[in-house]
């Protein structure tokens, strides 16, 4: 009977373990399709839209365990995020976005946020970079008027 006990009480264990680590994987996942719906809002001019996409971005960001999301990346990401929230003014939600881009870009390097490439492109005349789900260049820095300035710069796989 203790034996029984006991394998149950560890398979139960063990399935609690492996639904908390997919369920914090998809939340990883879910930070970075909310950075792209910002990237994206940005891209298309909306400040209204960029600053609703951060605020969810902050919701699942400040949720995710801090052990799957280290702590000192997790505050600048909210701090940049909270920013763009919090200015309806597109020109400087983009000046945040580049701060805001980096931080994503440090987490991708040392996490695998996506099953799918994530693409790292650059934009000589803002001087910054921007995290992408397509090699197509769609510039959140300029908007339609410079929509393909940039090029990718490195691949995440």
């Given amino acids: ?14 399935l609690l373990q492996t639904s908390f680590a997919q369920d914090e994987s998809a939340k990883i996942t879910e930070i970075l ?3 792209y719906a910002v990237k ?6 909306n ?11 902050v919701k699942i960001a400040g949720s995710v365990d801090h052990k799957i999301l280290p702590e000192a990346i997790r ?19 983009r000046e945040y976005f580049s701060a805001f881009s980096d931080n ?15 693409y790292i492109a650059y934009c000589p005349m803002k ?8 090699s197509a260049i769609k510039n959140p820095y300029y908007g ?4 393909t300035c940039g090029k990718v710069t490195e691949i995440l796989k």
């Fill in 144 to 147: 339609s008027s410079m929509l």
């Fill in 47 to 57: 400040g209204n839209l960029a600053a609703a996409r951060a605020g969810e971005f």
């Fill in 1 to 14: 009977m203790k034996k029984i006990f006991l394998i149950v009480a560890f398979t139960a264990t063990t």
């Fill in 75 to 93: 505050t600048s990401l909210l701090r940049d995020a909270a920013a763009i929230t919090q200015i309806k003014d597109l020109k400087k939600q």
């Fill in 33 to 35: 399709t909310q950075y």
């Fill in 104 to 118: 994503m870009a440090a987490l991708a390097k040392s996490t695998k946020l996506s099953s799918a490439p994530v």
């Fill in 127 to 134: 001087k910054a970079s921007w995290l992408s789900n397509s």
């Fill in 40 to 45: 994206d809002a940005l891209v298309n001019g």
